[in-house]
């Protein structure tokens, strides 16, 4: 059974960059069917997806945060990760890490993880 | 972007009600329609994907049904576990985009 899980500081400052990493277990992340992205959402509220990258090194990212959004991914540790610069208040959100099928289907998901951004 | 609409954004209903949720995409999306239950506190979960095939997993209670712009999500008994918040998410083009939500809770 694939497990993901979120880990990095739940405290950022603004104008800083945020970075979170996501592990995964149960299976491999070089799997040609896999994509692996990142899904925030602020409390209480709807969900956003930031972006997704394969293990060849494909990227996707929202538009509205592209600039400030880097992926990547270690197929040594199995770990992918994200990158946010410049964060802001606007950015205190639960952030989620999937795996997305090639249809960008959502099918595994972290616990995920608050970062709250402190002025 | 694609705009996601669902309705009606809650819903109140007893145990074994038949639920249906409506989600409208601002233009067509084929079948590219997904469907995520959310618990309080818990991470979302995969329930219909590609607008009717069920995931694994998933009660057979759970059917999704529609293609275009129109979709459904539908709970033919409603259980003590479904009372969450349903998303529809459309995977046909980027940026991928959720709907608002609907929360089902108990009458």
């Known amino acids: 059974q694939l497990q993901l899980q979120e880990s990095g500081p739940g405290l950022v400052k603004s104008s800083e960059t945020l970075s979170l990493t996501c592990t995964v277990s149960?299976?491999?992340?070089?799997?040609?069917?896999?994509?692996w992205g990142w899904i925030r959402q602020p409390p209480g509220k709807g969900l956003e997806w930031i972006g997704s990258?394969?293990?060849?090194?494909?990227?996707y990212s929202n538009p509205s945060l592209q600039s400030r959004v880097t992926m990547s991914v270690d197929t040594s540790k199995n770990q992918f990760s994200l990158q946010l610069t410049s964060v802001t208040a606007a950015d205190t959100t639960v952030y989620y890490c999937?795996?997305?099928?090639?249809?960008?289907?959502?099918?595994?998901w972290g616990q995920g993880t608050l970062v709250t951004v402190s002025s | 972007d694609i705009q996601m609409t669902q309705s009606p954004s809650s819903l109140s209903a007893s145990a074994g009600d038949r639920v249906t949720i409506t989600c409208r995409a601002s233009q067509s999306i084929s079948g590219f329609l997904n469907w995520y239950q959310q618990r309080p506190g818990k991470a979302p979960k995969l329930l219909i994907y590609s607008a009717f095939t069920v995931q694994s997993g998933v009660p057979s209670r759970f059917s999704g049904s529609g293609s275009g712009t129109d979709f459904t999500l539908t709970i033919s008994s409603l259980q003590p576990e479904d009372f969450a918040t349903y998303y529809c998410?459309?995977?046909?083009?980027?940026?991928?985009?959720f709907g608002p939500g609907t929360t089902v809770d108990i009458k």
């Open positions: 990258v394969h293990f060849s090194g494909r990227t």
């Open positions: 999937v795996r997305a099928s090639r249809l960008m289907t959502a099918d595994y």
């Open positions: 998410q459309q995977s046909y083009a980027t940026p991928f985009t």
């Open positions: 149960g299976g491999s992340i070089s799997s040609s069917n896999s994509y």
